[in-house]
């Protein structure tokens, strides 16, 4: 194929891409320093429909580095339709802090699981992947550097940072192997790129990337781990459904309360002087007093502290971009508390239930999920998920109730009304959920709330807990 | 109204607000320091439904102090059915500079002006505005001070920044009703507060904030400047139509093509060191040649250091914020180049055209435009903006010649040959376009392109004549 041809099939898989707005492509170009990655990527930028590309090169901003670090790539996922072009990217990240020892062979090996992870989630999001490796021999790579130093218009593309790679090569290549080997995946295939003349080189990237572009999808195989029923700890609608206990008076609750709320309040300040991010998650049964709940919580810290976010239906920005960017965009900065009113979980309880996530997503949601909330973790930020139960009769004396007040009438909707009647589905998709994502750091409380008094103690007495447990370690 | 009777009926409001999704609110504190506007903050978020509210008390980011200044409240505006609060806000900024003298009168006078823009475009857009000054004596507040200093569980409301805005009261207090004075309008009323106790400030904010949200709306008055048609300079349609040269012939073409572009490389390596923004907005008939212009700058530049933004129809996210947001938030980082494939001049061309747009916003879109390219200046962008301009009949030789081609036959669309139908209608609102926005420093260049390579070399000079003076100018 000649380079006009292979220019303008490039050029029509673009299009076709743009058109459908079904996938979006992301090529990551990463290796030795000196190989032309950056005028290759120009050139191929130039070859492209640049309306519908975009090219990512650039370290992280302050707001990135105060958050997990997978959240400057989640935010910079191209949408569908167009082509992300990353140089270095995630791999730029590994490669380098690991050749400086920034990074212990362990946590290296931590973040080569990311990755897998990260790629996976995208490839079955629809996102096609490629990623290109740049090679050069040791010696061919210092002539390189001489000949570029020498040339007057060319000797600005030559630091420090060239040199001290250049000093690393045997370094980078054996990093390079693993990184690649452990990587390796037919929905995420690298290719290895021998040192060429940039006309050259481009030629071999567009063929590559059009071969991409042209494979039919491979989405990845998700793998369920077994469930062991008897898991230590795990909650249960089925076991605790009948926890009902003595209403609280009113007296004894107020000034449990007001304890309640002192503890948290001074908590709070010290997990913003400490710069620790907090992500709580509430879920529940329709009029199990999730909003009362978050109330109380929220009486007891400063408003520039926190944010509430309800979860409803995704905007079409969320929907053209894989299915977790959603909940990346709203994780707090450090120090900051983000309050979930519905969450992540929303794919494996009522998009399950009402069939909105077809079998293969909520079923992969599992492994997602606890990837997402292993990053907060990892981050130092404490993750708090609630789940606020009442029985059903309970539930359908609230429901009557709000429909007689008038103030109230307002929280009741027809689709509580139709939630109801899958009752029995919601408990199964619920005791799956605690079982699949009871997570060591990340555990699920199942709060009791036919008594609303003792479930807002509850959920207090909780988030206080978790706080405190945090502040304590040493971290 | 008691106090409860306050609380319900904000509620009511907000929930109001929350279903109708027709306008935000902002409402605004500031003034003196200690005067509990943190506290009534908090308690006024708590009387709220915080899911649809939202507090701002942030200094900027990094990633905000390398944007034109308004950037960082643009971001912040809340989506329609939402709630945000302030605290200080753009008042703050302007006030304790100006106190400290980090903003001089002139620049002080500048910023009131901006602000007075900046409101009443967001109440055009259905934004509800409250500014509240919190007052409080000198003496009082010394004695408020002394009291928290001595309170152990209060203390540490108190720092350094208190105790020298207490040295300050006198130049607070007077560059207060300045801006208070300057930036009074019916669409964004100003309340005073005097000192009080948190909780009866509390009411008094709440009956504010009420009062506004039941108030009826009331946009800004919009002031068209009369227009001379003889301001010097300005391009025209009607005068330059005729402007066909002789073609080009391929050779001088490529030389001269390569000598451009080689200049603009070098351009942009330097206005990416200085760390200079650029803004390139693309305007033009259908079949002008928009795209192959575009192509010519790329094809010079590093991909790392532009981005084209082709400018469609809203996403609804865009559309549920004031107009100007989705040109906001696509400003280009400092050092970067933002090529926009169309623009926000979309507003007074297609949209008025079309009738997408009513008459009273594509009327004050001229002042807002003016605005917002003001502001990019300021930061010390560089602003061009070119129109590509093709004669009637040299458009239907284009169309047909795409149709007739299967390579082009994308290009063309049904809505190409519905605008020209309405040939004269668009080149009214071009005309009037240019008239009404050639401001100094974002002037409007006229590129004939009757000649497709003339057309490209222009645009290429042009871009590299105003990125030159922009270089040669110290700042």
């Known amino acids: 194929m000649n380079s006009d041809t292979l220019r303008y099939r490039l050029l029509d898989a673009q299009l076709a891409l743009a058109r459908e707005q079904q996938r979006s492509v992301i090529l990551l170009l990463t290796g030795h320093a000196v190989t032309h990655k950056g005028q290759v990527v120009n050139r191929l930028n130039h070859w492209l429909e640049n309306r519908h590309t975009e090219v990512h090169a650039l370290g992280p901003s302050s707001e990135e580095q105060a958050r997990p670090y997978w959240w400057r790539y989640w935010r910079r996922i191209p949408d569908r339709g167009r082509i992300g072009i990353f140089i270095h990217g995630w791999y730029g990240d590994a490669l380098f802090a690991r050749a400086e020892r920034r990074l212990s062979p362990g946590a290296f090996q931590d973040r080569l699981e990311q990755i897998r992870t990260f790629e996976a989630e ?44 250049h000093g690393q090569h045997a370094v980078i290549e054996a990093i390079g192997r693993t990184l690649r080997a452990d990587t390796e995946a037919s929905h995420a295939p690298w290719q290895r790129l021998a040192f060429r003349a940039p006309g050259e080189q481009l030629n071999r990237v567009g063929r590559a990337l059009l071969g991409r572009m042209e494979a039919p999808p491979e989405p990845p195989a998700v793998t369920l781990e077994t469930l062991s ?96 960017w959603r909940f990346w965009r709203r994780l707090p900065v450090d120090g900051r508390i983000a309050i979930f009113d519905r969450s992540w979980y929303g794919r494996v309880l009522v998009e399950r239930v009402e069939g909105l996530a077809g079998e293969a997503q909520w079923q992969r949601a599992y492994g997602e999920i606890r ?105």
Chains 1, 2 share one sequence.
Not at 402 to 409: G, M, Q, V
Not at 419 to 444: C, K, S, V
Request: hydrophobic share 40%; net charge positive; charged share 35%.
């Open 122 to 165: 995208l490839a079955a999001e629809g996102v096609i992947l490629l990623k290109l490796w740049t090679d050069i021999g040791r010696r061919e790579q210092r002539r390189h550097l001489d000949e570029l130093q020498q040339d007057p218009a060319r000797a600005w593309q030559v630091g420090p940072g060239e040199w001290q790679r």
């Open 371 to 475: 990837h997402f909330e292993q990053q907060l973790l990892e981050h130092g930020g404490v993750v708090i998920k609630l789940f606020l139960a009442i029985r059903k009769e309970e539930q359908l004396k609230r429901f009557e109730a709000r429909a007689a007040t008038p103030h109230k009438r307002h929280k009741l909707t027809d689709e509580d009304w139709r939630n109801r009647e899958r009752w029995d589905d919601y408990q199964r998709a619920i005791d799956e959920m605690f079982a699949r994502t009871h997570l060591p750091g990340a555990q699920w409380s199942l709060i009791a709330c036919d008594d609303k008094r003792r479930a807002r103690l509850a959920v207090l007495e909780l988030v206080n807990q978790r706080l405190e447990a945090r502040l304590a370690s040493a971290i």
């Open 229 to 324: 029923d008897e898991a230590p700890g795990v909650p249960s609608l089925h076991r605790d459904d009948a926890a009902v206990e003595k209403r609280l008076d009113k007296a004894a609750y107020r000034e449990r309360l007001a304890h309640g709320q002192a503890r948290l309040a001074s908590n709070a300040r010290e997990i913003a002087r400490r710069r620790i991010p907090v992500v709580i998650a509430f879920e529940g049964h329709d009029a199990a007093g999730k909003g009362g709940s978050i109330h109380r919580l929220t009486a007891a810290l400063d408003a520039r502290q926190y944010r509430v976010y309800r979860i409803g239906a995704p905007s079409d920005e969320e929907l053209s971009r894989p299915w977790g």
